[in-house]
């Protein structure tokens, strides 16, 4: 069975700082990952997917993520965060239906 | 265009009430999802369909929830004599292709429901 795990449940980190959040994924097939953020009282919205190829992986907002089989991981970095940065964010697998993380809470501070 | 839209977008129900959610698609879009999202937790797989049929329906919780689609398009989402366990929000979500993985899917506002 596959499965997500976000290793942290919240995240503070000031303005302008670099922020990563970590995804783990259990999976005995190949896998499609995505990272989706959702802001209060909204859906949630695709920031990036890795299907295949190149292992790093940029999205909007200025957002990236490294797949690395070997680990299983499937991290998200921001080199520098923004106040508008606030917000959940989903690690997923897809299997046709969505495998979701925990989430992470991301709080930048001014 | 036009995304996905849900309604309503809050509902208050007392326990055993029967509630209804409603979910518009992006137009054209073959696949339609349905989550549900407990408060601090992330979205957690109900129903699949594919045009008008259910292909999966493995993450219903109970019989009391039953989720319909009859002509491909817009798709409801029933509770039956719901409890307080049901309080949570639902999404919907759609993609272009028949369920196939690493398709993107698009997700609605959600459906906020508060069973008291």
């Known amino acids: 069975a596959q499965s997500v795990t976000q290793l942290d449940s919240q995240v503070p980190v000031f303005e302008e700082a670099p922020v990563e959040l970590r995804c783990n994924y259990s999976s005995s097939v190949s896998v499609y990952l995505f990272w989706y953020v959702q802001y209060p009282n909204q859906g949630l919205q695709l920031l990036l997917k890795y299907l295949s190829g190149s292992t790093l992986v940029k999205g909007i907002n200025g957002f990236e993520a490294e797949f690395n089989k070997s680990q299983t991981s499937f991290h998200l970095r921001k080199p520098s965060v923004h106040i508008s940065d606030t917000a959940e964010y989903f690690c997923a697998v897809s299997r046709g239906k969505l495998i979701f993380g925990q989430g992470t809470t991301l709080q930048v501070k001014p | 265009g036009a995304g996905v839209s849900q309604s309503p977008r809050y509902k208050v129900a007392k326990r055993g009430q029967d509630v209804a959610l409603r979910c518009d698609p992006i137009s054209g879009h073959v696949s339609l999802f349905w989550y549900q999202q407990a408060l601090g937790q992330g979205p957690e797989f109900l129903t699949y369909?594919?045009?008008?049929?259910?292909?999966?329906k493995s993450g219903l919780p109970s019989d009391r929830f039953f989720a319909e689609r009859p002509e491909g398009s817009v798709s409801t989402l029933k509770i039956q004599r719901t409890q307080q366990e049901d309080s949570a929000v639902y999404l919907c979500?759609?993609?272009?292709?028949?369920?196939?993985?690493?398709?993107?899917?698009?997700f609605g506002p959600g459906t906020r429901l508060l069973v008291l």
């Open positions: 979500a759609s993609s272009s292709t028949p369920g196939e993985r690493g398709e993107t899917q698009y």
């Open positions: 369909f594919q045009n008008e049929a259910q292909l999966d």
